[in-house]
């Protein structure tokens, strides 16, 4: 999840299975666990919680799949890049590029 | 084996700040089982530096690296190729293995990222307790395999003492009477005479009172 910031994306969604439906039985809750953990860490170094989050849906769910990205995406967008992106684009000097999800 | 925890971020962040390079060294021995140290976690904490460092405007470079021990020489001899092109050691071994690679290259600074913790097991996923406070006179045969060193809050020798109450000690309504636990356990075994057997009281010589301890075996050598 912390490669992703470090590879440029300025929000990362987990997805996992339903809740109660996992094939490993409780793989997705310990995902939501260690998602916390990431969640505060982003907020300690000032990257932000909210540029993390976790969604929950069963492999034929295409369109609700569609959905939260649209969703997700949306509000990254609102957010504006992540500021490991702010700080490479001032140190390359070039304008503020486009979001990446 | 040895538990810890980790430090918080922020205090990493502030020992970290007179260094641009630094190598992460991580434990494949206890810190790694308790999951504090290990290969995971060295990948984790140098994300979180690296993100840290480059949104505050001043990069850090870090050679993540995991020794199989931390508190064996050999596997410290490995750092040595390399470990002068770096400014500063950050290490999340436990504080035995932190002082024995400071120990050995005199030269770099060495940080530690963990709070060690005690010598306890783990009672389920994620959570670990203590058990064994290393006091060098073992009596466990004598108390049902419970220590009263460490599960007795006062390390008394013959408890219960007043402050337990249905089995809890005084010091917290979480923490179980380490001497209850002794004597049920005693009386289930049928050994209950054992109780009678504990010295009178307890030589803390074999303990830490003797200031650093060390072992030396002549047929190891
Ligand atoms: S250095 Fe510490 S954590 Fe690593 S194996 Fe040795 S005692 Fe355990
Ligand atoms: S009696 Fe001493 S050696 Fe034995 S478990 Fe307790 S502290 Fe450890």
Redesign the pocket.
Known sequence: MLKAFENGADGVMVMGCLEGNCHFVNGNFRARARLARVSRILETIGIGAERIRMFNLSAGEGARFAAFVSEFAAEVQQLGPSPINVARQEAAKIPTGEIRV | ??TGTPKPIEEILQMLEPYDTIILAG?????TVCRV?GEKEVEILASTIRLAREASGRKIAIREVCLE????PEYIETMRPYVEDYQAVLSI??G??IQ?LAEKYMLTPLLPGINTGFLGVTERQGEWAERCQGCGDCVLHLTGGICPVTRCAKSLFHGPCGGSSKGICEVGKDVPCGWQMIIDRLKSLNQMDNYSKLKPYKGWNTSRDGGPRRIVREDMI
């Not at chain 2, 434990?27 to 810190?31: E, I, L, N, Q």
């Not at chain 2, 021990?69 to 064996?72: E, F, M, W």
């Open positions: 084996m040895i434990c494949y021995g206890c810190v140290g021990r931390q508190c064996d071994a436990c035995a293995g024995f």
